[in-house]
């Protein structure tokens, strides 16, 4: 029985057909077949591109920008930062929470899915889509950075006033690919517990609503709902 087939919205399928069929995009599936061999990867195949699947192009108004997936049995399922109900919240998702308490009031959830973000427009998207297990940034520079940056560089330029919160040094350095005469750039340091002293303070959640609200868009609701 072969396995299920990656789930993308066909909107990003229009934009970046052609980037499907470069030389990288080939030498990067062969790499993942070859990794698929030897380790177990995350998050599972038919999840990799979940963030374009549940917040069509169309409809993107925020970009969150992470580094890499959760290494973790259980927790990546393709949208950065997120894990599903019944998985135990990560370390760095605690922390957005408590930044988001920090800077709304908004308690935190009691579970880390990010859905109810995705399905409001908030791209949730790492600069690497997959992981080996146990070893964070173990597919760094294979070929998926060349594909984040093109998914960056279509938004900036077929769209008009988004956020982009940019979390972390690898997330940072995607900035080169936006325009800040057209859309917000937000930076802040990565919320992992290495970092997040950094974190705190950064306001990005109300900045953010209230850069929406200023182009006469709805805000987002970060409340999660149980």
Avoid at 89 to 117: F, K, V
Avoid at 162 to 175: N, T
């Amino acid at each position: 029985m072969s396995a299920p087939r990656p789930r993308i919205h066909p909107s990003y399928l229009e934009v970046l057909e052609d980037e499907f069929a470069t030389s990288s995009m080939q030498q990067l599936r062969a790499f993942l077949a070859e990794e698929k061999q030897h380790h177990r990867i995350f998050p599972p195949g038919n999840e990799i591109f979940a963030a374009f699947d549940h917040t069509p192009f169309d409809r993107v108004k925020v970009v969150i920008l992470g580094q890499d997936p959760y290494h973790g049995a259980g927790q990546a399922h393709g949208l950065c930062f997120s894990v599903r109900r019944g998985i135990p919240i990560p370390p760095s998702l605690q922390n957005i929470y408590q930044e988001l308490h920090q800077d709304l009031g908004i308690l935190p959830a009691r579970h880390g899915e990010l859905l109810a973000w995705a399905d409001q427009g908030v791209l949730l998207l790492n600069s690497v889509l997959t992981v080996r297990q146990g070893q964070a940034g173990s597919h760094q520079n294979q070929g998926w950075e060349a594909f984040t940056d093109r998914v960056i560089s279509e938004l900036d330029q077929r769209k008009e006033g988004l956020v982009f919160l940019l979390w972390g040094k690898a997330a940072r350095e995607k900035a080169a690919r936006v325009d800040p005469r057209r859309h917000l750039l937000l930076t802040a340091a990565h919320p992992s517990p290495y970092s997040a002293d950094r974190f705190f303070g950064c306001r990005h959640f109300s900045k953010t609503n209230t850069a929406l609200q200023a182009r006469g868009l709805d805000p987002i609701r970060w409340q999660l709902p149980e």
